[in-house]
T-cell receptor, first 110, second 114 residues
Framework: GENVEQHPSTLSVQEGDSAVIKCTYS??????FPWYKQELGKRPQLIID?????GEKKDQRIAVTLNKTAKHFSLHITETQPEDSAVYFC?????????FGAGTRLTVKP | DAGVIQSPRHEVTEMGQEVTLRCKPI?????LFWYRQTMMRGLELLIY????????DSGMPEDRFSAKMPNASFSTLKIQPSEPRDSAVYFC????????????FGPGTRLTVL
């Protein structure tokens, strides 16, 4: 089955700085890589996703990159704001398997 | 659509009691996932169903846990007997079909076993 490693476990940045979270996966059959944001006491919600036939995807201040050869993918948040503070989870999946990383607690200091 | 519905939202029970968590997926979604979230272990996939059929239950901790999906609009996760270490937030999520589509999470059930 799939195994997903996520780093760092905690990340603190100053408002306006960039934040980068990295994940690795083990199963070459994985073809879908979503990122979820979970605010305190709430449910995880999808913020961006990428499929294996694409190397990069951007949506306003957030972007995701995928290196299939190295089995790495990363989340980039630019111009961070206090409301970006949350736990972020990466995941790697195929139609019959789905695994989340352990999560990164991002704190954006005003 | 109301989104994924879970009940109850909070459950407090005593060790040894049976606990049943309920989930109604988004209409038209064919995959349903049960997760457990704790501080120590993060977000763990327990089991998931495609078209009401269990695909992968390797995440189910032990025989005390069981899950069913009798039809496309309802699923249950049962713990019998419950233990204090089962205390966690249990999320249900649904997607169009398979693990390779966006999952929509329910609000979760916070379970406390005393």
């Amino acid at each position: 089955g799939e195994n997903v490693e996520q780093h760092p476990s905690t990340l603190s940045v100053q408002e306006g700085d960039s934040a980068v979270i990295k994940c690795t996966y083990s199963d070459s059959a994985s073809n879908y890589f979503p990122w979820y944001k979970q605010e305190l006491g709430k449910r995880p919600q999808l913020i961006i996703d990428i499929r294996s036939n694409v190397g990069e995807k951007k949506d306003q201040r957030i972007a995701v990159t995928l290196n299939k050869t190295a089995k790495h993918f990363s989340l980039h948040i630019t111009e961070t704001q206090p409301e970006d503070s949350a736990v972020y989870f990466c995941a790697a999946s195929s139609i019959n398997d789905m695994r989340f990383g352990a999560g990164t607690r991002l704190t954006v200091k005003p | 659509d109301a989104g994924v519905i879970q009940s109850p939202r909070h459950e407090v029970t005593e060790m040894g009691q049976e606990v049943t968590l309920r989930c109604k997926p988004i209409s038209g979604h064919n995959s349903l996932f049960w997760y457990r979230q704790t501080m120590m272990r993060g977000l763990e996939l327990l089991i998931y169903f495609n078209n009401n059929v269990p695909i992968d239950d390797s995440g189910m901790p032990e025989d005390r846990f069981s899950a069913k999906m009798p039809n496309a609009s309802f699923s249950t996760l049962k713990i019998q007997p419950s233990e204090p270490r089962d205390s966690a937030v249990y999320f249900c999520a649904s997607s169009l079909l398979g693990g390779d589509n966006e999952q929509f999470f329910g609000p979760g059930t916070r379970l406390t076993v005393l």
